[in-house]
């Protein structure tokens, strides 16, 4: 087997554990009114973090900004994240989770977490896997 052909089966695998991940949050995401998209979005409103700018999110969904401003149309029309004035910027605009916001996105947590594969590796398992994701992570500046 080649370097290239053992990459090639890597990068399958990962692709299959995200659709299966993703196979395992579709009931609450339907629950909850949710596409992909704004999934996404919600899962990357950390509620321990200060609240991300419009364009933070954008940088972090790797998309442009108007997607964002409609992503936050339609998570502020299921009363799931607010926008305000940032504090260092009135003129920009943060993206703050809701009460019912945090709710739903503990629930996606919940359910990726518990529905991915990887939750049926051992604890050190998935350490040993969170290393090597780490450092070729790091080694591509992706982190």
Known sequence: ???????????????????A??????????????????????WQLDPDAQPPTMREMATRLR????TVTFLADRLEQLSF??????????????????????NARQRLVKAATTGTPIAALTRAEQLTLHDLLTKAMTAAGAT
């Open 1 to 19: 087997m080649t370097d290239e052909s053992l990459t090639y089966r890597l990068l399958r695998l990962v692709h299959a554990m995200d659709d």
């Open 21 to 42: 991940t993703n196979d395992g949050i579709r009931d609450v995401m339907a629950e909850l009114g949710l596409t992909h998209a704004l999934a996404d979005a919600l």
């Open 63 to 66: 998309c442009d900004p108007s």
């Open 81 to 102: 994240v607010s926008r305000a004035p940032a504090p260092h910027d009135r003129r920009t605009k943060v993206l703050a989770l809701t009460a019912a916001g945090r």
